[in-house]
């Protein structure tokens, strides 16, 4: 079992930065990949960042490439998404999620078992 619980959310003026951070309970936290997800008003969940069990391989969606960088830190159990040149299309509630270890980088939704309660992240243009 794994609980994940995000914070760092708010609000941001377009091209500013903003750093979510996602902190999970359980000892299995080093041996799961773990992603980010968005989801905006009227739209379907979307991925956004997916970063494997070590942290030494990442996946990110075409748009935010080059603008978000994910990490984990599996000491503290913690996972980061800094967010860069944001845009006014960034904002969106913002879930951690947890996948089972046998895969690497999903980027799936229906892939991962555990998904935080979500934040709140608003670029205002």
């Known amino acids: 079992q794994v609980q994940l619980v995000e914070s760092g959310g708010g609000l941001v003026q377009a091209g500013g930065s903003l750093r979510l951070s996602c902190a999970a309970s359980?000892?299995?936290?080093?041996?799961?990949?773990m992603g980010w997800f968005r989801q905006a008003p009227g739209k379907e969940r979307e991925f956004v960042a997916a970063i494997s069990r070590s942290g030494g391989t990442r996946a990110y969606a075409d748009s935010v490439k080059g603008r978000f960088t994910i990490s984990r830190d599996n000491a503290k159990n913690t996972v980061s998404l800094q967010m860069n040149n944001a845009k006014p299309e960034d904002t969106a509630v913002y879930y951690c999620a947890a996948a089972p270890s046998a895969y690497l980088t999903p980027t799936r939704d229906r892939q991962y078992d555990y998904w935080g309660q979500g934040t709140q992240v608003t670029v205002s243009s």
């Open positions: 359980g000892r299995t936290f080093s041996i799961i990949p």
